[in-house]
């Protein structure tokens, strides 16, 4: 009997060790499809720039057609295209009412905002928000694609 409970004993101390791993490589992979959405969604919307002179209006579903493909964790990707959006600041230093901001308050892009809520579905404007943490941005105007955190 001593003997059974020694093996059960070391079959969960396994567990207990290869669960959390498990989940680590999971939500790599999460992480790592989203970065290859985003890369694929990119080129989408510069084909769609090349041939019609501008980028695809966020308010027109016809124009945005992987609006209806969601991230890893069930969640439709952002966009927000500037042309469209409200303008704040004073004349000269206009920006992008509802751009994803770094930690000093500026715009990550420069034409259009392309990002995963993450893990959590929840994001803010600023990448220095805790609930931006485990956002999937496109920064850089698509020079950097990876984690909010890591940007």
Do not use: C
């Not at 751009?99 to 990002?115: E, F, Q, V």
């Not at 956002?135 to 909010?148: C, H, P």
Request: proline letters at 7%.
């Amino acid at each position: 009997m001593v003997e059974v409970l020694v093996v059960v004993g070391i079959v969960a101390t396994l567990f207990a060790i290869a669960i959390p791993m498990v989940e680590e490589y999971k939500y790599r992979a999460q992480v790592a499809q989203a970065i290859g959405d985003i890369h694929t969604i990119q080129s989408e919307i510069a084909a769609f720039t090349a041939e019609n002179g501008r980028e695809p209006d966020n308010d027109v579903p016809a124009e945005i057609p992987w609006s209806y493909i969601n991230d890893p964790w069930g969640n439709p990707y952002e966009y927000l295209d500037f042309a469209t959006d409200s303008m704040t600041g004073p004349p000269g230093d206009r920006k992008p009412a509802n751009a994803r901001k770094d930690g000093s308050d500026h715009p990550i892009n420069t034409d259009y905002d392309l990002y995963s809520r993450g893990k959590d579905g929840q994001s803010k404007l600023g990448l220095l928000n805790e609930q931006s943490y485990d956002d999937v941005v496109r920064a850089n105007d698509g020079r950097y694609i990876g984690l909010a955190h890591k940007f």
